[in-house]
């Protein structure tokens, strides 16, 4: 069952009813200010960092779900409506939310009055703009009574929701005009401020949340919106809104549009104040000229259109099915640049408050947007690699508004400095800039103590080789890229932190997979050694990953499939010995991507062991058996219920390692196959059991054994984004960047058999057609017409367009 449809000219989702399965979202926003937008308008926003600088609350948890946001009533003569259908939920004529690139348009109809609500976040601009269209579509003059209201937030979120105590009392506001200003807590230390502006005159406001709403009145009935007036109350302590009151008049068939500008503003420090008391209200006097009229809006509405249009423009492919297409040349992509703004911070599933930036998540993310934003990918390498330690390990986050590595986690995660010789290597394939291995890069950001970025390489990959266990494989630490397997952990508190705590010594636990991630991050790291004349080191690099690629044959390999460890007391996990546990995806996967036991057939019957025992209608579960009870020794893997997370879920993660490797054997129908099991436009049809966006993958799809099997959990901010991403754009699709030139190999499916596929990479365009004839043989390519002996395709110089003929 759908609850919308693609619009894929308009690069939009259409979402055509309010009652969704679940609240779906659209983030607004491409620089500093960012903010979450469901299709019935709840959601909140930030700057830079959402939990230190919030702007607008949001109850997480809440009932009913979704309540809170930057609502607009409307008061028609007694009839009380909201277009956006939520709070009020008075029954609409049409609903319509258009979530789009960077902006949403929410649409509601009552009779006869229409009123689009356009919300966005305009480049250059630390605002939300909303454009509210009102349309008379009825024979009679209307009067009526247009209501904003916008919640805000005491800065710090975290604070905010726990210490009634102070907060109640800080709250202040000045009201200028049609401008509403926040001030809370400018009078001391801080000096930034929000406003939330209308480009018209209004006949009221309300600034104190009691008065506006009433005390025990919810959303859906605000005391001043069912009386059709405000009181102009002016916050004094307790909780500070900005709700503005406008009568429009309207003539039969009449439109009228008004622009509002919720915005974060800061003054210098020694410039804060106008007057005693009164806050210097000039940078926000420039941010509001800009958005005076309408045409105003049009024009930074076509301007982040252009955007969007000139970074998508990197990688487009046409290839007869237009759920690939969207996927490919739209919401993936799209879906990568939200992961790389947001990280794991704010989502419906990450309340912001929580996490900062991850080592291993942004380095991740940077394969899947790295070919938009190399630029931008630059500089996120070079903050990240500045919070790695000088043995070469990492904190395993970081706080974005500071850059600081986060104390209250720390580090020990042992896969973690292996992803930034991966985001490195892509970087440098995607724009051949070999210069970054240069930079000088702090160690725990301390100026006094740097290397090069390439020394900061050189101790990643030596951090794994001087943390050997007792078989040779790589010490898991706290875990691995599964953060919930703790296997020196052994918690018996509750609420103990599974992630921080590690009671055990840690030198015996080891870990399959980080040996396959190791091996596979090694050919990347020996190019960029020799790229940098360092030929020594690039030959104990070949050594020591040829040695590690022998042990995981020798103690990482259980038979039909790839080991996933050995546990504190040196057991097997993830062998047929186990009785749950037996088999798990990640090392199958990378394993075989990093191409260990491609010749002894151990690669091939690690992947039908997958396709035998971890395949599901839903996709690849993580492992099986699921964990039937709790693990004194495996930690948070095994707390979840069985179908769930990490206990056996579907993680969409991980996948597409399965897909990539799929496609090292050329069995690109299985890869295919996989992908299309999880991919969001795939899902469209069976919305009604997946519950959340058909437009962006989840983390997790409960599995097989759990009783909500198919569902899903956990959308937009997921690794999962960038490897499905690098699975169908890269390795199925075949198009990928390497130092010497752009690879042209696809590995498709039989059921695409005519592509297109445009890419331009360091400056020149490359126009590549492929006919699948689907002989399974290798592909044969001609360059400008001419035949080569191979699937490399030299890089051309800047400004040049190549015509690629892939028969396969
Ligand atoms: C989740 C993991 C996540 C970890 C760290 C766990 O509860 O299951 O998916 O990586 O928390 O935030
Ligand atoms: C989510 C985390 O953000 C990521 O770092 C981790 O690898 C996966 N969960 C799997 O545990």
Not at 84 to 90: F, G, I, R
Not at 422 to 438: H, K, M, N, P, Q
Not at 503 to 514: D, K, L, Q, W
Request: charged share 25%.
């Amino acid at each position: 069952m759908r609850f919308g449809h693609f619009d894929d000219d308009a690069r939009e989702y259409v979402i055509t009813t309010p009652e969704t399965p679940y609240p779906w979202i659209n983030y607004l926003g491409t620089e500093k200010f960012f903010s979450l937008i469901s299709h019935t308008a709840g959601g909140y926003c930030f700057y830079l960092d959402a939990r230190m600088r919030r702007l607008t609350r949001y109850r997480y948890n809440n009932v009913p779900t979704d309540a809170g946001g930057r609502y607009f009533y409307i008061n028609d003569g007694g009839d009380v409506w909201t277009p956006s259908w939520m709070p009020v939920k008075a029954e609409l004529d049409r609903f319509e939310c258009r979530h789009g690139l960077s902006y949403t348009v929410i649409t509601g109809e009552r009779n006869g009055l229409l009123a689009e609500t356009l919300y966005f976040v305009p480049l250059g601009t630390d605002a939300e703009v909303h454009r509210v269209r009102l349309r008379n579509n009825g024979n009679g003059t209307r009067s009526l009574k247009l209501f904003s209201v916008a919640e805000f937030n005491l800065w710090n979120a975290w604070d905010d929701q726990t210490n009634y105590q102070r907060n109640l009392s800080v709250a202040e506001v000045e009201v200028d005009g049609s401008a509403i200003y926040h001030k809370s807590e400018y009078r001391e230390r801080r000096n930034h401020y929000a406003v939330y502006a209308v480009n018209a005159p209004i006949s009221g406001f309300d600034t104190d949340r009691e008065t506006f709403f009433g005390l025990f009145n919810g959303w859906h009935e605000p005391q001043a919106v069912l009386k059709g007036a405000c009181r102009n109350s002016v916050a004094s302590g307790w909780y500070p809104i900005a709700a503005h009151q406008i009568d429009v008049e309207l003539a039969p068939g009449e439109e009228k549009d008004l622009v509002f500008v919720l915005g974060y503003l800061e003054n210098p420090k020694d410039d804060k104040w106008e007057a005693p008391g009164v806050i210097n209200k000039a940078p926000a006097q420039t941010l509001l000229e800009r958005f005076r009229t309408s045409e105003q809006v049009d024009e930074a509405m076509a301007e982040l259109r252009r955007y969007w249009t000139d970074l998508l423009s990197r990688y487009t492919a046409q290839t007869g099915d237009p759920r690939v297409d969207r996927m490919v040349n739209i919401w993936n992509p799209y879906q990568c640049m939200a992961t790389f703004n947001i990280c794991r911070s704010a989502s419906y599933f990450e309340t912001g408050v929580g996490r900062g930036v991850g080592f291993r998540d942004s380095n991740q993310d940077l394969l899947g947007f790295v070919h938009l934003v190399p630029e931008r990918a630059r500089k996120r390498i070079l903050d990240v690699a500045a919070t790695q330690f000088p043995d070469g390990s990492a904190y395993h986050q970081y706080q974005p508004l500071t850059k600081r590595g986060n104390n209250d986690i720390g580090s020990g995660f042992n896969d973690d400095p292996l992803w930034l010789i991966e985001s490195v290597d892509a970087y440098v394939r995607e724009t051949g800039d070999l210069s970054i291995l240069e930079e000088e890069v702090p160690f725990d950001n301390n100026p006094d103590h740097s290397g090069t970025l390439f020394e900061h390489l050189k101790r990643a990959f030596h951090h794994v080789l001087n943390n050997l266990g007792p078989h040779g494989l790589p010490l898991i630490g706290r875990a691995d890229w599964n953060d919930c397997l703790n296997l020196n952990c052994f918690s018996e508190t509750p609420g103990e932190s599974f992630q921080t705590t590690e009671n055990r010594t840690g030198r015996t636990a080891e870990s399959v997979f980080i040996a396959g991630l190791f091996v596979h991050s090694a050919p990347g790291y020996i190019a960029l050694a020799e790229a940098m004349g360092f030929d020594k080191e690039a030959e104990a690099a070949r050594r020591a990953a040829a040695e590690m690629v022998q042990t995981v044959t020798e103690h990482g390999w259980d038979g039909e499939w790839f080991l996933r460890a050995y546990d504190y007391f040196g057991n097997k996990l993830g062998s047929e010995e186990n009785q749950e546990g037996q088999i798990f995806i990640e090392p199958q996967g990378f394993c075989v991507m990093a191409g260990i036991g491609l010749e002894e057939g151990f690669a091939q019957k690690a992947l039908d062991s997958v396709a035998a025992r971890l395949d599901t209608d839903h996709g690849i579960v993580l492992h099986q058996p699921p964990f039937s009870r709790y693990y004194l020794e495996y930690g948070e893997i095994s707390t979840y219920p069985p179908g769930y997370k990490e206990n056996a879920g579907i993680f969409c993660h991980n996948n597409p390692w399965v897909m990539i490797a799929e496609t090292r054997l050329g069995r690109g129908d299985r890869a295919f196959n996989y992908w299309k099991k999880i991919a969001p436009a795939f899902r469209e049809d069976i919305s009604e059991v997946h519950r959340l966006e058909p437009y962006v993958y989840a983390q997790m799809i409960a599995g097989k054994d759990a009783p909500l099997n198919g569902e899903a959990k956990n959308s937009w901010l997921s690794g999962t984004a960038a490897w499905n991403y690098v699975a169908i754009a890269h390795h199925i699709l075949g198009v990928r960047p390497e130092l010497d030139g752009l690879r042209v190999d696809p590995c498709l499916p039989g059921e695409l058999t005519k592509l297109k596929i445009t890419r331009i990479c360091r400056g020149a365009e490359y126009r590549i057609t492929i006919k699948n004839k689907g002989t399974g043989e290798i592909p044969h390519l001609k360059i400008d017409g001419k035949s080569i002996e191979s699937t490399l395709v030299p890089y051309a110089t800047p400004g040049s367009t190549v015509a690629v003929e892939v028969e396969m």
